[in-house]
């Protein structure tokens, strides 16, 4: 079983930055894909941002040039560095990862989400 803890969320004033970060732990042998999705009230989960194993990425393009995903193979982490934030911006945050097990198992695991607030 593989968990995901988030964390870094928070209330910002827009223009301000926070920076999201998710662990991994469990038994795991390796991380393939990691992600950060978000859903606002009243809306459907969206994706943000996404990163590969070699370092590919991909972005909304409501967020790109204003956030940027990276992580951490040696921590099992992802994170998600947000500036020039908007109030549109404002909705709870989960990561997701995909990858094996050490008994060689495919996973998908989800974070709680953390909630980030851009507002003045």
């Known amino acids: 079983q593989v968990q995901l803890v988030e964390s870094g969320g928070g209330l910002v004033q827009p223009g301000g930055s926070l920076r999201l970060s998710c662990a991994a732990s469990g038994s795991i042998f390796s991380i393939n894909d990691m992600g950060w999705y978000r859903q606002a009230p009243g809306k459907e989960r969206e994706l943000v941002a996404a990163?590969?194993?070699?370092?590919?990425?991909n972005y909304a393009e409501s967020v790109k040039g204003r956030f940027t995903i990276s992580r951490d193979d040696a921590k099992n982490t992802v994170y998600l560095q947000m500036d020039s934030l908007k109030p549109e911006d404002t909705a709870v945050y989960y990561c997701?990862?995909?990858?094996?097990?050490?008994?060689?198992?495919?996973?998908?695991?989800w974070g709680q989400g953390t909630q980030v607030t851009v507002s003045s």
């Open positions: 990163i590969t194993r070699g370092g590919g990425t």
């Open positions: 997701n990862a995909v990858g094996r097990t050490a008994n060689w198992a495919r996973f998908g695991s």
